[in-house]
């Protein structure tokens, strides 16, 4: 007797399915994982972090990754303060009068976990010239309400984004080695800011205090306990700046901008925002390809280096575009636009074999005359380079509300108006 076989369609029904089930499966595992991260934010505020069934390094890792998240997309700053007690007879725990110090001292946004039973962390949206008198502060709260802490048993490290790095452990790492520069005299220290192209560190100046994290390798420490200080820099270096020109990425270009413009400001300094575009490189991707187009980019970006002070911030914009922000009145951005524009117009750049030239149009805008912060500079700016191009104007002009107030603004995302 003979069974008949099933058919195609029947076939094709088992597939589906088959095919239900591994989708629904990873739905709700979808679904799971993003419930179970809402669960430790909305918790982790109140519970020791083993009562709620989790890691102090789980919630740790959430906590950083919500700030991460939010101040790269806002283009904003904050502090990853370590607090560590060194009173034996005070716990770290969420349910402890230590944090509920912490956490009455800090603002409402702020927020405050445990990392060990001796260090707490706090995460607050700063300036890193601010972050220091914030904790400073903080630290004064909790010796004025807990009168057993003795002088110098409150001690913290702060590390401050996108400055010491752009991941969760560079930053506790940081934070680790600015746990190492306190003394007794000195309750609050934070490394400073080096320039990733600064000369590399001596080994004992980048290694950091040991953690009891069990998960090490996730908060960015080696077997031995130790930071892996070249792969560190390396990785801060990679995650800056854009590969092809040397130069601040696109994406990184707010952070660091926004930070030297707010110094700018604060020493009543002068500013000059240059929104500069590179001219026909269409045409040269199209009749020299495109390796030669990133070798001609490649070149501008050096002779922008070369005709520029160190401290002058230099970033990646669009595919074929720069930002400069330097600190110029606007007679001295006069005169730097007009250097860069001659710089590259008269240079040779070598392209694969093949000597090519160009030409750049700047868009020029200043603070105080064209605006308040950077929001306001890089609008303005931007509105000469479009007016310009609009127009086939190959030069460098600076921002005319007679002129360029008409075009249509094309503000950059990540530059929002961060100071009035």
């Known amino acids: 007797m003979q069974f008949p076989l099933p058919t195609i369609a029947a076939q094709f029904d088992v597939i589906g399915v088959l095919a239900t089930v591994v989708v629904s499966f990873l739905a709700i595992t979808l679904v799971s994982s993003y419930y179970r991260f809402q669960h430790i934010v909305q918790v982790a505020e109140d519970t020791q972090p083993e ?14 990754a919500r700030y991460l998240a939010r101040c790269a997309r806002q283009g904003s700053s904050f502090s990853v303060a370590l607090v560590r007690c060194g009173h034996p007879q005070v716990p770290v725990r969420m349910d402890a009068p230590f944090m509920a110090a912490i956490r009455h001292a800090a603002r409402r946004d702020d927020t405050a976990c445990v990392l060990d039973d001796r ?3 706090l995460l607050a949206e700063s300036e890193p010239e601010d972050a220091v008198n914030i904790l400073e502060r903080i630290a004064g709260a909790l010796r004025g309400a807990l009168p057993e802490l003795l002088p110098g048993q409150v001690r913290v490290g702060i590390a401050s984004y996108p400055g010491h790095g752009l991941s969760g452990r560079d930053l506790l790492a940081v934070a680790h080695q600015g746990l190492d520069m306190t003394s007794g005299g000195k309750s609050v220290a934070m490394p400073a800011i080096v320039d990733v192209d600064a000369e590399e560190p001596a080994q004992d100046e980048v290694l950091p205090a040991e953690t009891e994290s069990e998960d090490q390798e996730e908060m960015g420490f080696d077997d031995d306990g130790d ?17 092809l020109t040397g130069v601040l990425k696109p994406s990184a270009i707010s952070p660091f901008m926004q930070r030297l413009m707010s110094d700018l400001r604060r020493q009543k300094k002068p500013a000059a925002l240059f929104c500069i575009g590179v001219n026909n490189m269409d045409y040269i991707t199209r009749f020299h390809g495109q390796d030669a187009a990133d070798s001609l980019l490649k070149g501008i970006s050096r002779i922008l ?11 990646r914009h669009e595919k074929y575009a720069f930002l400069v922000l330097a600190s110029a009145s606007l007679d001295e951005a006069a005169v730097i636009g007009k250097r860069i524009s001659t710089h590259v117009q008269q240079a040779g750049i ?18 105080p005359e064209h605006g308040r912060n950077l929001h306001h500079l890089y609008t303005a700016g931007q509105r000469v380079l479009d007016h310009s191009r609009s127009n086939d104007i190959r030069a460098y002009a600076v921002y005319d509300p007679e002129i360029h107030a008409k075009v249509p603004s094309k503000p950059m995302k990540s530059i929002k108006s961060i100071q009035a």
């Open 51 to 64: 009562e709620m069934g989790a890691a102090p390094e789980e919630v740790l890792r959430v906590q950083l």
């Open 119 to 121: 260090t707490a962390v």
């Open 227 to 243: 930071q892996a200080a070249t792969s560190w820099r390396e990785r801060r270096r990679s995650s800056m700046l854009d590969p």
């Open 305 to 315: 280096q070369e005709s520029l002070r160190a401290e002058d911030l230099i970033g």
């Open 350 to 367: 070598d392209c694969g074999g093949k000597v090519l030239k160009t030409t750049i149009t700047l868009g020029v805008a200043t603070y």
